[in-house]
T-cell receptor, first 111, second 112 residues
């Protein structure tokens, strides 16, 4: 059973561009979470989704950030008009209901 | 407001020694407490987890101790090995399947 997959692993964007981060959960997992980790810091919750539904987006910045988990395909975290402060590692985790299993992350660098 | 406080920030231990990491939480609604291990450039890996109805849980060399009245829990790594050198995060969530609130992390270095 493959683990949580994230791509790309590294992403470089110029200020003002859009970043799209993808997450494929483990087989059989219907819950997806996105977390952000700034350098030398802990992980901060962003959003919790189930298929076609956003359950909790209390950690998402109000502007420029959006997430989806369509019926078919991976979950997508989208950051519009990126700024330098968006540079971080973005992790998704999938869960069958309790334990959360993390992917390898996407490291976003905004130049 | 930091809801999960973790200490120490860093820890150096000799091979064969015991590593102890402590966490304290504020929200009494938390009822699931996992620990994660993270190596540089990798995602966090679930190590061990505990619920409040249990005071201690052991898996191999890793033990969680839980003190509900003090709102504290700790991770003990027995017989620490150089391969245990990593950053460890405690976390807490309110209900099963809900968002995790993480501590700030502890960087552990095990010297051979």
């Amino acid at each position: 059973n493959a683990g949580v997959m994230q791509n790309p692993r590294h992403l470089v964007r110029r200020r003002g561009q859009e970043a799209r981060l993808r997450c494929s959960p483990m087989k059989g997992h219907s819950h997806v979470y996105w977390y952000r980790q700034l350098p030398e810091e802990g992980l901060k919750f962003m959003v919790y989704l189930q298929k076609e539904n956003i359950i909790d987006e209390s950690g998402m910045p109000k502007e420029r950030f959006s997430a989806e988990f369509p019926k078919e395909g991976p979950s997508i975290l989208r950051i519009q008009q990126v700024v330098r402060g968006d540079s971080a590692a973005y992790f998704c985790a999938s869960s069958p209901g309790l334990e959360q299993y993390f992917g390898p992350g996407t490291r976003l660098t905004v130049t | 407001q930091q809801q999960v406080k973790q200490s120490p920030q860093s820890l150096i231990v000799q091979k064969g020694g015991i590593s102890i990491i402590n966490c304290a939480y504020e929200n009494t609604a938390f009822d699931y407490f996992p620990w994660y291990q993270q190596f540089p450039g990798k995602g966090p890996a679930l190590l061990i987890a505990i619920r409040p109805d249990v005071s201690e849980k052991k898996e191999g060399r890793f033990t969680i101790s839980f003190n509900k009245s003090a709102k504290q829990f700790s991770l003990h790594i027995m017989d620490s090995q150089p391969g245990d050198s990593a950053t460890y995060f405690c976390a807490a969530s309110k209900t099963a399947g809900n968002k995790l609130t993480f501590g700030g992390g502890t960087r552990v270095l095990v010297k051979p």
